[in-house]
């Protein structure tokens, strides 16, 4: 079942079930998806629709960030809600450890030494871990093996 499908079926399920603020989130993943593919000009590949839903939880949690220094409780727990739901589409994340493994055997290949050669290993890392791990939890690995 491909990523829209799956989103059509939640969305009915959602308006049956009256999940007012599911719904909504749904409908701002499928119009993402959708503006995507009409700029593009092509239905979206898996990889593609990795990218927006990648996009979508980073906006989410900017805004959650921002809110939560700004002091809107109320706008925080709206947004962590909305993030809870777009995550059900994402694929599992891998764990630090995980994370730090493909970190190291990158640096290893690369033969790295240096923070001065942190983008090019970074460049190699983040094609294999796209879309299951924050881009964030991977720089800092890559900095802590680097230094």
């Known amino acids: 079942m ?14 049956r ?20 593919a009409i700029k593009l000009g092509t239905e979206l590949s898996a990889e593609q629709e990795l ?6 939880v980073k906006q989410r949690k900017d805004s959650l960030h921002e809110f939560d220094k700004a002091g809107r409780e109320d706008l925080v727990e709206k947004i962590r809600t909305e993030l809870q739901f777009v995550e059900l589409y994402m694929p599992e994340q891998l764990s630090e450890e995980e994370v730090s493994k493909i ?23 983040m094609p294999k871990v796209k879309g299951k791990a924050d881009g964030a939890v991977v720089n800092k690995l890559v900095q802590q093996h680097l230094s």
């Not at 009256?18 to 993943?29: D, N, P, W």
């Not at 990218?51 to 979508?56: A, G, K, N, P, Y």
């Open 2 to 15: 491909s990523l829209l499908e799956r989103l059509n079926e939640d969305m009915k399920q959602a308006m």
């Open 17 to 36: 079930n009256k999940e007012k603020v599911k719904l909504t989130v749904i409908r701002m993943v499928k119009a993402s998806l959708q503006n995507e």
């Open 51 to 56: 990218t927006v839903l990648s996009r979508e």
């Open 103 to 125: 970190v190291q055997e990158a640096i290893a290949e690369m033969g790295a030494a240096s923070k001065a050669e942190m983008g090019k290993v970074m460049a190699a890392i």
